[in-house]
């Protein structure tokens, strides 16, 4: 795997039935480096720490080889690097491949995946249109979040190398195939992870008291 671009945003205001919203998914790519700490990604705007940013969501990476399925499906938008929200664009990034709790070197910084990205509201403004959330659970490449163990630099061009696998092998895909599909025999092992992120275990047992 290697990184492709590393994005941030500035906060920027949207519509969103009839009120202002603040978001920081307009990410951008820069040419330098961008400097991941214990919570967030230095001067990347992270508007609302309910949903973003934290320990168990200081970045966020998607895999530069689903741009083109994307492209294909919203031909007129603007595209660039960052489309997704992402602060790291990785080449290679594989979802069924990826687990909960693996551990990745990306640049200086040493990183542990933590959860699948579950999209919102503020995405299909991003794209024009509320379908794309539909689109985007029934695609199944989520990309994913990232909890920062060493805080250090990321360029483009940086190597990601994963340097520790978690024994449980719960893949991104399945996880987030769970959050939308739920199976009520798998979840309760998947929420017992103890390297899941905590607002993930907190989604995954609502689902499981639904449906149990």
Known sequence: MKVIAVNIAKPTVVRWKGKEVLTGIYKYPVSSSIFLEKEDVRGDAVIDRKYHGGADKACYAFSADHYPYWKQHYPDLEWNWGMFGENITIEGLDESRLHIGDVLKIGNATVQVTQPRQPCFKLGIKFGD??????????????????????????????????????????????????????????????????????CKKDLDRIFSRIS
Not at 132 to 142: A, D, S
Not at 150 to 165: F, H, R, S, Y
Not at 175 to 188: C, D, T
């Open 130 to 199: 509320q379908k794309v959330l539909k689109e985007f659970i029934t695609y199944e490449h989520p990309g994913a979040y990232l909890r920062v163990l060493t805080p250090g630099a990321v360029k483009a061009g940086d190597p990601v190398e994963i340097i520790e696998q978690d024994t449980q092998r719960f893949s991104l895909q399945e996880v987030f195939s769970l959050l939308y599909k739920p199976v009520p025999g798998h979840i309760p092992q998947i929420i017992a992870h103890p390297l899941l992120a905590e607002s």
